[in-house]
């Protein structure tokens, strides 16, 4: 049965990393609605060119949009192996919304894992993050290196992208955010039972290794 889950937590508590894992023990999909709107910035669509300057702000994209977006996304097949929400819902009305549009395919959410992270860390986190060009593969400059100066360890690649919102004006932007209209969903979804909170402050294994305990052993044919 396709599993569906949701990892919260504000910028930088390290989503996007679990959720790479995750797909890998897992097999379900990844769907960071930050990477589908930088896709959309990035090809200029009519959704990229009306998020750009809201997402530079640090400030949330209209859920209207995000709505459609995870909608479109959801119709897609690799989303009948189940989805690991990155990102989204990040309001009380995408919330609601995800639970109708899963409820609408016959589904539903199974776990929401709350990654619990200090704020001071998590802007030490974000400022000195980048991401390889070509895979894609995630690097930081005090916590994680490169190997090699400059060089990807996944591919070889030479060339890294750091995000344009990824500065500490923005950063505390992002953080004010959340704690506006983020944080108001945990007590939606813990009043229903399917709240975990993990300590998103613990090292990058040990964080795989709690939400596993939360999520039970991954089917054996996905793993690898
Ligand atoms: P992220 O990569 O998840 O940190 O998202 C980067 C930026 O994209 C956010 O700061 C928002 O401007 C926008 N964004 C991503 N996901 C959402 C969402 N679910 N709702 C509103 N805005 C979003």
Do not use: W
């Amino acid at each position: 049965m396709a599993v569906n889950i949701v990892l919260l937590g504000p910028p930088g508590a390290g989503k996007g990393t679990q959720a790479k894992r995750l797909e890998q023990l897992y097999g379900m999909v990844q769907l960071s609605t930050g990477d589908m709107l930088r896709a959309a910035v990035a090809a200029e669509t009519q959704v990229g060119l009306r998020a750009k300057a809201v997402m530079d702000a640090g400030n949330l994209v209209d859920d209207e949009i995000l709505i459609a977006m995870i909608a479109d996304r959801l119709e897609q097949p690799d989303a009948k192996r189940g989805a690991i929400f990155d990102g989204f819902p990040r309001t009380v009305p995408q919330a609601e919304a995800l639970d109708r549009l899963l409820a609408h395919r016959g589904s539903r959410l199974h776990q929401v894992i709350e990654m619990r992270v200090d704020d001071d860390a998590l802007v030490a986190r974000i400022a000195g993050r980048f991401t390889c060009k070509s895979c894609g593969a995630g690097f930081h400059d005090a916590f994680k290196p490169t190997k090699q100066a400059g060089i990807c360890d996944a591919c070889g690649g030479r060339e890294f992208i750091r995000r344009a919102d990824d500065n500490a004006a923005t950063v505390k932007k992002r953080l004010t955010e959340y704690y506006a209209k983020t944080a108001p969903i945990l007590p939606y979804y813990r009043a229903r039972g399917a709240l975990k909170t993990v300590n998103g402050m613990a090292d990058m294994d040990a964080v795989t290794t709690a939400i596993a305990e939360i999520l039970g052993p991954p089917p054996a044919e996905s793993t690898h």
